[in-house]
C-alpha cells in the first residue's frame, strides 16, 4: 500500500486462488478488489490523497505496471506450491497424488524399519549431516517435488525406532494401528480443552482413564485423570495436586502462604521429580530429607529408569497414610506392569496411591507421545487449576460441562493423544496388551540368563532384573585379567561408549549406557519393542563381542 499521488492498493489479494486478480483504473488511482461483496467493482478517491494529474501519462502507467508485474511475480512464487492442493478449487485430485506420494514413502520406509538387514542408524555427524541437505528456511516457497525430496531425507537419516534391534530408549517399536489413530488425529487437528471441539475425544479420554483407574485397583473407576505431554509433566501434575490439596490457599497467595515444604523420592527416582519442584517455586534442595520442613509429597518409583527397580509400594503408603501426606506413584516405565497377570504384583500397593502416572508410549508401545496421570479423588484437578476462562468455560452450554476438561489442564491448548491407545486397546484387548508385556520381560530374562555367567561380561548388580532392564558390563580381552583395579576400572570407564559409537557408524544395533553414582559406565539394555526375537538377543551379545573385542 502506498500513499500519495503514485498509490497502489492491492486489497484482499488470494494467495491460493489460480485467477487474475482484476486490476481496475480510476482517474485518482489503480485499485484492487478480488474478493468480498465488493468484488470487482470500482470504490471512489481515498479521501486526503490528491489525484493524479493527466500530465502523468505513460510514465506512471509503467512504473505502476512493473509494481504490479513484480507483486504479481511473487503472489505466483507463493502459490506455486499450494495453488493445486486443498482449499484450492478443484484441489483434491492433486491433494491426493501428493498425499499418496507421501504415504508410499512412509510404506517404504516402514517396511525397511522391520528389515533385520538394514541399518538401524545411517549416522553422520552433525556437521556433514548440515552439508549433506539444505535444510535453511528461505523466503520463496519450494516445489512439491522438493517437499517430497525432503521428506525422504528426513527419514533416510532418522533412526529406525521401529527396527526389530533398536534397544537405545524405554520407547521403541512401531505399532500400525497405533500409526493410523496418529494420522487420524492429525486429520481431525482439533483442541483437548471442550466437548464442542472434541467430542470423540473426550469422551474416549473419559472411557479410557476410568479403564486405568480400574486397573489400579480404584473401586468403580472413580477418580480424575488426564493425559499431558509426557511423564514429567505428569509427575509435576501430581506435585501440584498435592501441595494444593494441604496447602489450597497457595494457588491465590503463593508461596509465601505456605510453610517450606520438602517432598521425598527414593534415590534413583526419575529427575523430573526435581524438574517439578524447581517449577513449582519448592526447589531442588527441598526434594530431600530434612527435619524441621512440612513433608507434603512422597514419589515412588515403579520401574525406575536406569534399573528398572520398584520401590516396596505398601510400606511406603503405610507411612504417607500415618503422616496424612500425599502418596504418587511414578510409573511412567513399570505401570503398564499392570496390564500382566504374571507381573503386576511387582506394583501391589498402587491402589493405596493418590496419584500414579502411566506412560502407555512406553511398555505398551503407543506411539509418542501418551501419558497419563490417575488421581483418586474426583473434583481435586478443577479445583486446583481452573481459571474459569468464560471464552472457552460458558456455564450456560447446552450439555454436560464435566466433558469440558480444559480448565483442568495446565495447558490450554492440549493435543489429541487419546485415540491412538485407545484404537490399539479396541484392536489389541487387554489380553493383547498382556502378551505383549510378557514377552519383552520374557526377552529381558533371557539375555540375563545367558550372559551372567558367560565370560567377558559382568553384572551391575545382583539378582534376576524387576523389569526388562539388564544392566552390566562388557570386559575386552585386554582388560578382562587386570590385576590393577583402579586401571581396569579406568579404562572400562571407556569401553561402553566406544562400542556405542561403533554401533551406531555401523548402524547395527543402538543400546544406552551410562555410569551410576560410583559405577563407571555400563550398558543399560531395555526391552520394549515388540518386534525383538530371541534372535535379536543372541545378535546382540555377538555384537557387543565382535565391537569391542580390540578395546
Not at 519450494?142 to 537405545?168: E, G, M, Q, V, W
Not at 512440612?294 to 516396596?312: M, Q, R
Amino acid at each position: 500500500r502506498r500513499s500519495g499521488r503514485d498509490q497502489l492498493r492491492v486489497d484482499g489479494l488470494c494467495a491460493c486462488s489460480p485467477r487474475l486478480p482484476h486490476l481496475l483504473t480510476t482517474g485518482d488511482k489503480w485499485h484492487h478488489t478480488a474478493s468480498g461483496p465488493s468484488a470487482g467493482k470500482m470504490r471512489g478517491p481515498t479521501p486526503g490523497v490528491k489525484a493524479r494529474a493527466p500530465v502523468s501519462g505513460f510514465l506512471f502507467l509503467l512504473e505502476d505496471l512493473f509494481i504490479y508485474l513484480f507483486i504479481y511475480l511473487l503472489i505466483y512464487l507463493f502459490i506455486y506450491l499450494f495453488i493445486y492442493l486443498l482449499p484450492a478449487m478443484d484441489g483434491d485430485t492433486k491433494t491426493m497424488t501428493f498425499l499418496q506420494e507421501v504415504v508410499d514413502i512412509l510404506m517404504a520406509y516402514i517396511v525397511e524399519s522391520f528389515d533385520r538387514e538394514t541399518k538401524v542408524i545411517d549416522f553422520h555427524y552433525p556437521n556433514e549431516l548440515l552439508q549433506l541437505n539444505n535444510w535453511e528456511l528461505q523466503d520463496e516457497p519450494a516445489t512439491l517435488d522438493d517437499i517430497l525430496i525432503s521428506c525422504r531425507a528426513t527419514l533416510k537419516y532418522a533412526i529406525k525406532t521401529a527396527h526389530p534391534r533398536y534397544f537405545n530408549q524405554l520407547s521403541t517399536g512401531l505399532d500400525m494401528v497405533g500409526l493410523a489413530a496418529d494420522w487420524l488425529t492429525s486429520t481431525a487437528n482439533t483442541n483437548m480443552f471442550t466437548y464442542e471441539v472434541a467430542p470423540v475425544f473426550v469422551l474416549l479420554e473419559y472411557v479410557t482413564l476410568k479403564k486405568m483407574r480400574e486397573i489400579i485397583g480404584w473401586s468403580d473407576g472413580r477418580g480424575d485423570g488426564i493425559f499431558s505431554p509426557g511423564g514429567a509433566i505428569s509427575n509435576m501434575y501430581a506435585m501440584l495436586l498435592a501441595r494444593f490439596k494441604m496447602f489450597p490457599e497457595v494457588k491465590e497467595k503463593g508461596m509465601s502462604s505456605v510453610p517450606k515444604l520438602v517432598a521425598f523420592t527414593s534415590e534413583h527416582s526419575h529427575f523430573s521429580i526435581k524438574k517439578g519442584a524447581a517449577a513449582l517455586g519448592i526447589g531442588t534442595e527441598s526434594v530431600i530429607c530434612i527435619k524441621g520442613f512440612v513433608p507434603f509429597f512422597v514419589s515412588a518409583t515403579a520401574g525406575t529408569t536406569v534399573y528398572g527397580a520398584f520401590d516396596p509400594l505398601i510400606a511406603i503408603s503405610d507411612i504417607c497414610k500415618k503422616y496424612n501426606v500425599w502418596f504418587h506413584v511414578d510409573g511412567a516405565w513399570g505401570g503398564s506392569l499392570l496390564m500382566s497377570r504374571r507381573h503386576r504384583w511387582k506394583l501391589d500397593g498402587v491402589e493405596r496411591a493418590n496419584s500414579v502416572t502411566w506412560n502407555p508410549h512406553k511398555m505398551m508401545s503407543v506411539p509418542l507421545q501418551c501419558s497419563a496421570l490417575l488421581v483418586r479423588e474426583e473434583g481435586l484437578m478443577q479445583s486446583c487449576n481452573q481459571m474459569h476462562a468464560c471464552y472457552l468455560f460458558q456455564q450456560d452450554k447446552h450439555y454436560d460441562l464435566s466433558y469440558d476438561t480444559g480448565d483442568k489442564a495446565l495447558q490450554c491448548g492440549r493435543h489429541v493423544d487419546i485415540f491412538k491407545l485407545w484404537l490399539m486397546w479396541r484392536a489389541k484387548g487387554t489380553i493383547g496388551f498382556e502378551a505383549q508385556i510378557d514377552k519383552c520381560l520374557e526377552l529381558s530374562e533371557y539375555l540375563y540368563n545367558k550372559i551372567k555367567d558367560r565370560e567377558g561380561y559382568q553384572m551391575v548388580f545382583d539378582g534376576k532384573p524387576q523389569h526388562t532392564n539388564v544392566c552390566f558390563w562388557y570386559l575386552p580381552p585386554g582388560i578382562r585379567y587386570m590385576e590393577d583395579k583402579e586401571e581396569k576400572k579406568k579404562r572400562l570407564h571407556k569401553v561402553a561408549p566406544v562400542i556405542k559409537a561403533r554401533m551406531m557408524e555401523y548402524g547395527t544395533t543402538m543400546v544406552s549406557y551410562q555410569p551410576q553414582g560410583d559405577k563407571v559406565n555400563f550398558f543399560r539394555m531395555v526391552i520394549s519393542n515388540p518386534a525383538a526375537t530371541f534372535e535379536d538377543i543372541d545378535f546382540l551379545i555377538e555384537e557387543i563381542e565382535r565391537l569391542g573385542h580390540d578395546l
